[in-house]
């Protein structure tokens, strides 16, 4: 199995900060990495897909990058509905695996 | 509007079964696969697996933590997915969720919309 390690697994940061959260692939996916953002209490939403396709919706202050097994979600300038926990999914093979999330809390 | 509704959640003891639903609205459903995706209490997500549109064979793909135990399967023409979860052990114990993948899975890729998730508590 893919195994997927994000980093860091928490962080502090304050509006307006540029933020920027890693996924690293056990072995070589491609580009198939997805990004979702989690808000305490909520649904899971998707931001990415394939690295770096922004979902119809997504601020375009989210962006993505990577392929191989190096990946980032950037946020460029961080607002206060942007707080949450974000996770990464490689769906270049079975069984899909998610990372383990990264939590960005208000600084 | 896409919506995905699950349901059939609850309590259940361990080694029983529980089989759950979810109910799909605003698209083509058969031209769709579809996941099913768990969340632990505090704990982040877990991929439990998917079942292809009729188009790609149907066929399944599961984790390995389910494999055996659980199953899923379509109802096209009541644009419905299922999760049949046998064996149920006290660490199934989640907030289970359904999604939609595809319709071209290396293109589109996985989970685009989710359901509101419902709650499987395994215990005695």
Same mark, same amino acid.
């Given at each position: 199995?893919?195994?997927?390690?994000?980093?860091?697994?928490?962080?502090?940061?304050?509006? #307006?900060?540029?933020? &920027?959260? /890693?996924?690293?692939?056990? @072995?070589?996916?491609?580009?198939?990495?997805?990004?979702?953002? =989690?808000?305490?209490?909520?649904?899971?939403?998707?931001?990415?897909?394939?690295?770096?396709?922004?979902?119809?919706?997504?601020?375009?202050?989210?962006?993505?990058?990577?392929? #191989?097994?190096?990946? &980032?979600? /950037?946020?460029?300038?961080? @607002?206060?509905?942007?707080?949450?926990?974000?996770?990464?999914? =490689?769906?270049?093979?079975?069984?899909?695996?998610?990372?383990?999330?990264?939590?960005?809390?208000?600084? | 509007?896409?919506?995905?509704?699950?349901?059939?959640?609850?309590?259940?003891?361990?080694?029983?079964?529980?089989?759950?639903?979810?109910?799909?609205?605003?698209?083509?459903?058969?031209?769709?696969?579809?996941?099913?995706?768990?969340?632990?209490?505090?704990?982040?997500?877990?991929?439990?697996?998917?079942?292809?549109?009729?188009?790609?064979?149907?066929?399944?793909?599961?984790?390995?933590?389910?494999?055996?135990?659980?199953?899923?399967?379509?109802?096209?023409?009541?644009?419905?997915?299922?999760?049949?979860?046998?064996?149920?052990?006290?660490?199934?114990?989640?907030?289970?969720?359904?999604?939609?993948?595809?319709?071209?899975?290396?293109?589109?890729?996985?989970?685009?919309?989710?359901?509101?998730?419902?709650?499987?508590?395994?215990?005695?």
């Amino acid at each position: 199995d893919i195994q997927m390690t994000q980093s860091p697994s928490a962080m502090s940061a304050s509006v #307006g900060d540029r933020v &920027t959260i /890693t996924c690293r692939a056990s @072995q070589g996916i491609s580009n198939y990495l997805a990004w979702f953002q =989690q808000k305490p209490g909520k649904v899971p939403k998707r931001l990415i897909y394939a690295s770096s396709s922004l979902q119809s919706g997504v601020p375009s202050r989210f962006s993505g990058s990577g392929s #191989g097994t190096e990946f &980032t979600l /950037t946020i460029s300038s961080l @607002q206060p509905e942007d707080f949450a926990t974000y996770y990464c999914l =490689q769906h270049n093979s079975y069984p899909l695996t998610f990372g383990g999330g990264t939590k960005v809390e208000i600084k | 509007e896409v919506q995905l509704v699950e349901s059939g959640g609850g309590l259940v003891q361990p080694g029983r079964s529980l089989r759950l639903s979810c109910t799909a609205s605003g698209f083509t459903f058969g031209d769709y696969a579809m996941s099913w995706v768990r969340q632990a209490p505090g704990k982040g997500l877990e991929w439990v697996g998917f079942i292809r549109s009729k188009a790609y064979g149907g066929t399944t793909e599961y984790a390995a933590s389910v494999k055996g135990r659980f199953t899923i399967s379509r109802d096209d023409s009541k644009s419905i997915a299922y999760l049949q979860m046998n064996s149920l052990k006290t660490e199934d114990t989640a907030v289970y969720y359904c999604t939609r993948d595809g319709p071209a899975l290396r293109r589109d890729g996985y989970s685009d919309y989710w359901g509101q998730g419902t709650l499987v508590t395994v215990s005695s």
